[in-house]
């Protein structure tokens, strides 16, 4: 089902995408990409720092200005900027990249990705988990979807 995407979205998408734009093309982002390639290239002035927050995006999400875009898919792009923008204030050496990534549409198999269901073993005590060999014998190669 297409939902049909307002001006009122168009206008709230294109406000973030402005900021998040003035902040990719802003002094401070050239000076963390220059920082982050001295790094990588054993030149670093001082020690870097990056705040990943990912794990606690659940809880930050909360305290972020409430979704205003209608349309659903449009949503998730809302979402994702402002994140972008709050992470941005928390003064850590973050790059962003000067682009808006677009997944790909992907079909997935019923059974997982390539057709196998994979097997997760979880421990309780430890919080844990790792995934176990789902392809264990040449024959199990015949399994594979595409």
């Known amino acids: 089902m ?24 802003g002094e401070q982002n050239r000076m963390s990409l220059v920082r982050w390639r001295n790094l990588n290239n054993l030149k670093s002035d001082r020690p870097l720092v990056f705040c990943n927050v990912y794990h606690l995006l659940p809880e930050i999400d909360p305290h972020l200005p409430a979704l205003q875009v209608e349309n659903k898919s449009l949503r998730e792009v809302e979402r994702w900027f402002r994140r972008a923008l ?25 059974e997982g990705i390539f057709g196998i269901a994979p097997e997760t073993v979880h421990d ?13 014998r040449m024959e199990d190669l015949d399994k594979l979807r595409a």
Do not use: C
């Open 124 to 136: 309780d005590q430890s919080r844990g988990w790792r995934h176990m060999p789902v392809l264990k």
């Open 86 to 110: 709050w992470s941005a204030t928390l003064g850590d050496d973050r790059y962003v990249d000067p682009w808006f990534t677009v997944r790909a549409e992907m079909y997935t198999q019923a």
């Open 2 to 25: 297409n939902q049909t995407i307002t001006s009122k979205d168009k206008a709230v998408i294109r406000e973030l995408a402005v900021q998040y734009a003035e902040l990719a093309n």
